[in-house]
Nanobody, 124 residues
Framework: QAQLVESGGGLVQPGGSLRLSCVASGFTLDNYAVGWFRQAPGKAREGVACITSSSRGSTDYSDSVKGRFSISRDKGKNTVYLQMNNLKPEDTAVYYC????????????????WGKGTLVTVSS
């Protein structure tokens, strides 16, 4: 069964770092664009980062995380990562990864595959 599973969330102090992982099973993630999204309590889901298929090789970020977050992929592990540095309390949210089976950004959430999310809490 094809699926995406996120991990790596947790509690971190402001200014700290976390790396989220999005592991795919049942299909080759390298062929598709992958987006990271987040949803904070009471707020709409927003896209924060996107990476195109490996053959296209580009990334995109929302203004709110640009310069602090970095998206990358490991073809051998069928995994996409989100490195989050200099975390702020406003980064607190459930983070999801998703792919719409296209090769370009932005990725549409909820079209093909998405995970159940991992909670990131930034608090002192």
């Amino acid at each position: 069964q094809a699926q995406l599973v996120e991990s790596g969330g947790g509690l971190v102090q402001p200014g700290g770092s976390l790396r989220l992982s999005c592991v795919a099973s049942g299909f080759t993630l390298d062929n598709y664009a992958v987006g990271w999204f987040r949803q904070a309590p009471g707020k709409a889901r927003e896209g924060v980062a996107c990476i195109t298929s490996s053959s296209r090789g580009s990334t995109d970020y929302s203004d709110s995380v640009k310069g602090r977050f970095s998206i990358s992929r490991d073809k051998g592990k069928n995994t996409v990562y989100l490195q989050m540095n200099n975390l702020k309390p406003e980064d607190t949210a459930v983070y999801y990864c998703a792919t719409d089976s296209g090769s370009v950004c932005p990725v549409l959430f909820g079209v093909d595959y998405w995970g159940k999310g991992t909670l990131v809490t930034v608090s002192s």
